[in-house]
């Protein structure tokens, strides 16, 4: 009895040449995601809103009223907004990638197309989410009266700063989730985890304040920028902060190194795993 097999093409080219073949499978799998995210929810888009609206009052009581944190000199509404909504879009963006594999099993075991479309497809829903919610973040900065001026055209470059960062983390994430399933319990802590270490609802230099006369103070302010999504939060309050912020430009360098790697690695390792999902999952 013959056998017919459907692969692609072996060479590494041929790979990225289909990948804009099969770009209207990309967008349909996007424009699904959106869809389906909100399908059957009484107010629907509006929780790309809400979430962010939530925790930007809570951080703002938590950490403006009541630990009396610096905001460096803008309101700390506005503050917290500009870290707030990068930092929502990455956690989300990882999430959704990691699981999309999974949840697109189906079609993995029946069809051929490269397998990158789908943890990239679940970030590109992710990044519409932070589009939106943008307005949120411009109408605190109308409401503290926060005038934005040449910086806030540098604030696409710092979104896609936090793009490649959930692309890179989703690549490795959605390949081992194939293989241990285990990782669908680990990623919440990650998140969790990455939550803290970022200057969400505090600024870097908080830190040093705080840990400077430590023993280990140095050493953690040192490695605190090497989490990608420091560099982009910094540029992301920078960006639209105005006049009283300043930017460390060392945290957005090492955060685009940082990025560089995880995409590049984790496309590699995406890759050297992809013909074994059919069969694993």
Same mark, same amino acid.
């Given at each position: 009895?013959?056998? +017919? /097999? !459907?692969? %692609?093409?072996?060479?590494?080219?041929?790979?990225?040449?289909?990948? $804009? &073949?099969?770009?209207? *499978?990309?967008?349909?799998?996007?424009?699904?995601?959106?869809?389906?995210?909100?399908?059957?929810?009484?107010?629907?888009?509006?929780?790309?809103?809400?979430?962010?609206?939530?925790?930007?009052?809570?951080?703002?009581?938590?950490?403006?009223?009541?630990?009396?944190?610096?905001?460096?000199?803008?309101?700390?509404?506005?503050?917290?907004?500009?870290?707030?909504?990068?930092?929502?879009?990455?956690?989300?963006?990882?999430?959704?990638?990691?699981?999309?594999?999974?949840?697109?099993?189906?079609?993995?075991?029946?069809?051929?197309?490269?397998?990158?479309?789908?943890?990239?497809?679940?970030?590109?829903?992710?990044?519409?989410?932070?589009?939106?919610? +943008? /307005? !949120?973040? %411009?109408?605190?900065?109308?409401?503290?009266?926060?005038?934005?001026? $040449? &910086?806030?055209?540098? *604030?696409?470059?710092?979104?896609?700063?936090?793009?490649?960062?959930?692309?890179?983390?989703?690549?490795?994430?959605?390949?081992?989730?194939?293989?241990?399933?285990?990782?669908?319990?680990?990623?919440?802590?990650?998140?969790?985890?990455?939550?803290?270490?970022?200057?969400?609802?505090?600024?870097?230099?908080?830190?040093?304040?705080?840990?400077?006369?430590?023993?280990?103070?140095?050493?953690?302010?040192?490695?605190?920028?090497?989490?990608?999504?420091?560099?982009?939060?910094?540029?992301?309050?920078?960006?639209?902060?105005?006049?009283?912020?300043?930017?460390?430009?060392?945290?957005?360098?090492?955060?685009?190194?940082?990025?560089?790697?995880?995409?590049?690695?984790?496309?590699?390792?995406?890759?050297?795993?992809?013909?074994?999902?059919?069969?694993?999952?």
């Amino acid at each position: 009895m013959s056998r +017919l /097999v !459907i692969e %692609a093409e072996h060479a590494e080219s041929a790979y990225w040449s289909d990948l $804009w &073949r099969y770009r209207e *499978l990309f967008f349909f799998l996007s424009w699904r995601d959106i869809l389906v995210r909100y399908k059957q929810t009484t107010i629907g888009v509006l929780w790309a809103l809400i979430r962010p609206v939530l925790t930007i009052g809570i951080f703002t009581f938590l950490f403006g009223k009541l630990a009396k944190m610096d905001s460096e000199g803008i309101p700390f509404p506005v503050f917290v907004c500009a870290a707030t909504l990068p930092w929502q879009f990455f956690a989300t963006a990882m999430s959704e990638a990691s699981n999309s594999l999974i949840t697109n099993a189906n079609m993995l075991s029946k069809i051929y197309f490269p397998r990158l479309i789908v943890p990239a497809s679940a970030v590109i829903v992710s990044l519409a989410d932070l589009l939106l919610s +943008l /307005v !949120i973040l %411009a109408g605190l900065m109308v409401w503290y009266q926060v005038a934005p001026n $040449w &910086r806030l055209v540098t *604030l696409p470059l710092f979104t896609a700063l936090a793009l490649f960062a959930a692309l890179g983390v989703g690549f490795w994430l959605s390949a081992l989730n194939v293989k241990y399933r285990d990782f669908r319990y680990v990623i919440p802590f990650i998140v969790q985890f990455g939550f803290f270490l970022s200057p969400v609802g505090y600024s870097r230099e908080e830190i040093l304040r705080k840990m400077g006369d430590g023993v280990f103070g140095p050493v953690i302010y040192a490695l605190y920028p090497f989490n990608p999504m420091v560099g982009v939060i910094n540029g992301f309050r920078w960006a639209i902060g105005g006049a009283p912020l300043s930017l460390d430009w060392n945290s957005v360098w090492v955060s685009l190194l940082v990025t560089t790697l995880l995409v590049v690695f984790g496309l590699r390792y995406f890759r050297a795993t992809e013909e074994t999902f059919a069969d694993i999952i």
